[in-house]
């Protein structure tokens, strides 16, 4: 195969798009911080991000590489098919979820960031520790996708995986170093309009192909393969809805998800928002369905492809170019390697404008250099975006392996700091020692369970785990039960503590973490009439206060 000339010619062009709408955004970026903090503005857009550009970005942020190539790859898979695609409704029902329950906590305090609560009641030390997940994620999570898009390139384009992975990481990196929030936003809205318009492009080639069987004959009809809807067996139900339940609640405790709410005009605004992205990523991921039902509909030996097919030579994960490149004409497969460009860089700046914001507000200027100036922090966080850049374009070459630091950084996110973000929003008294307890007890949890990606045996067998060529395979809900039990033992830790101090059964010296603290309490002392001969005796409490 030669070099797709006219292709890396208009991908060339599309990233030039990309990088003059980043420079254009950190114009109008350099306007807003006459009127507003420089932080704020690069990290939440001044809180007045209108609605319109608020709904694009939140959507095309979710919609990224790994969201449209692994939809196509799960409907391809004989053993998975269309019923194990629960991304699209995880998210429906953790947009949902976020605009209910968390958005009016985090905006009436005015936060930053979604350290923020977390610092306030746990403390800067706690609060540096459960950073950790949530910055591993993002970086994992830039160079996952970084790694989707160099395969793609190398397919399609016939050029080395490593060029693509670096001009990439260069330009999502430069864009959002120079504007911040508003860089990522506006070239979101041009990426998620070019991923819609490149993906419903290639569909109707696909399908008519003369090598592709109807697709809704395939659904329920064993042809090339198993029927791609796919089934789900009844012992596989509590790992489906597993799955689900880490998709919808493991989604919002993200710095991505709310830097824009956080960057909502108002509430209300932030609420309809959250809702409408939701259903914007279950009409963007329709195409990747059509297109992994394609996959499992075609008879690879009519094609240049020839045989074994995708799934036997190991390369379902790239079912998506795959179809683009042997299924469509040359410029359409163009057209949707730039969807796969445009969906990657998506969700790659958003990812680096959350781990250099966290690093700067959360770290920086609350813990090493409390009386930062604006121009410190922002610096820093552009240094910062500049290291986590470079860290995820270097993981990328780790290929695989990347893909499975990531899911297991983002199982860690969903069992450990999701029901810290809980507790601080929701349920009264929590404290440090809870929130240690639970993060220690959470993380030994998960990692008895096991990980096949990384082949971690696992020490807790939980009912119905099975070994399955070689490899133990836990069909129990582990990932919300560890979840569940992180809370509980927040909550219970928590109280116990404060039970203890407040009646003295624990010395008040052996409260290292100063949850609890005396203070004399001033009653104001009422007027005396002495007409009347009242006699007022003044009383002075000094009552044990549990500081939350």
């Known amino acids: 195969m030669a070099l797709n000339i006219p292709g890396l010619v208009a991908t060339i062009v599309f990233y030039v798009i990309m990088l003059a709408t980043g420079i254009w955004a950190a114009w109008k970026t350099k306007k807003e911080e006459k009127n507003a903090n420089r932080s704020e503005v690069a990290m939440v857009g001044g809180r007045n991000m209108n609605i319109f550009v608020g709904l694009f970005t939140t959507t095309a942020t979710w919609v990224g590489g790994g969201y449209i190539n692994g939809t196509s790859e799960i409907v391809y898979l004989p053993t998975r098919g269309l019923a194990w695609v629960l991304a699209p409704v995880g998210y429906v029902l953790a947009f949902i979820i976020g605009g209910l329950f ?107 192909n003369s090598a592709t069987e109807s697709i809704y004959y395939t659904a329920v009809n064993e042809f090339y393969q198993v029927p791609w809807i796919g089934k789900l067996e009844t012992e596989y139900f509590g790992r489906w809805l597993d799955e689900l339940l880490y998709v919808a609640l493991g989604s919002i405790p993200w710095q991505i998800y709310f830097q824009r709410v956080l960057a909502a005009s108002s509430s209300r605004q932030a609420r309809l928002t959250s809702y409408f992205a939701g259903f914007g990523c279950v009409f963007m991921v329709i ?120 899911f ?13 973000l809980c507790c601080v929003l929701f349920i009264p008294n929590t404290n440090t020692y809870g929130s240690a307890a639970g993060f220690l007890f959470g993380f030994l949890l998960r990692l008895l369970a096991g990980e096949p990606s990384l082949k971690i045996s696992p020490i807790i067998h939980y009912p119905g785990c099975s070994l399955v ?73 000094n009552p044990i206060e549990i500081h939350t």
Not at 505 to 515: E, G, M
Not at 520 to 531: C, F, R, Y
Request: hydrophobic residues 50%.
């Open 287 to 406: 195409p990747s369905v059509l297109i992994g039902a394609v996959a499992a509909s075609t008879d690879w030996n009519q094609t240049s492809y020839g045989l074994p097919t995708p799934n036997e030579r190991g390369e379902s994960s790239m079912i998506l170019p795959i179809v683009l490149q042997y299924l469509c004409p040359t410029y359409v497969s163009v057209a949707g390697l730039g969807a796969i460009a445009a969906a990657v860089m998506s969700s790659a700046d958003s990812a680096l404008l959350s781990a250099s914001s966290m690093l700067a507000h959360n770290i920086y200027r609350k813990i090493l250099r409390k009386k930062a100036t604006e121009k410190e922090v922002v610096c820093i966080m552009k240094v910062s975006m500049v290291v986590f850049g470079a860290a995820a374009a270097g993981l990328a070459f780790l290929s695989n392996s990347v893909y499975d630091l990531w």
């Open 102 to 208: 968390f958005v009016k906590p985090m905006r009436s305090k005015s936060y930053v960031t979604m350290m923020d609560p977390l610092q306030e009641t746990y403390g800067n030390t706690m609060g540096t520790l459960l950073f950790l997940p949530t910055l591993i994620g993002d970086v994992f999570w830039f160079a996952a996708i970084l790694s989707a898009l160099g395969a793609t390139m190398s397919v399609i384009l016939d050029i080395r995986g490593y060029l693509a992975i670096i001009i990439s990481a260069c330009t999502v990196t430069l864009y959002t170093l120079l504007g911040g929030l508003y860089s990522v936003a506006y070239t979101d809205v041009i990426q998620l309009v070019f991923m819609m318009v490149s993906l419903w492009t290639c569909v109707p080639f696909a399908l008519l």
């Open 469 to 541: 060529d070689g490899v133990y395979i836990q069909l129990f809900p582990f990932k919300t039960f560890t979840m569940l039990l992180t809370l509980g033992t927040i909550i219970a830790v928590s109280y116990l503590v404060a039970f203890l101090f407040k009646r003295n059964i624990l010395p008040h010296r052996w409260d290292v973490c100063s949850v609890i603290k005396e203070r004399e309490a001033s009653v104001p002392l009422p007027e005396i009439d002495e007409q009347a001969g009242l006699q007022i005796n003044i009383v002075y409490i």
């Open 408 to 420: 297991l950084s983002g199982e860690l996110v969903y069992a450990l700091l999701f029901p810290q």
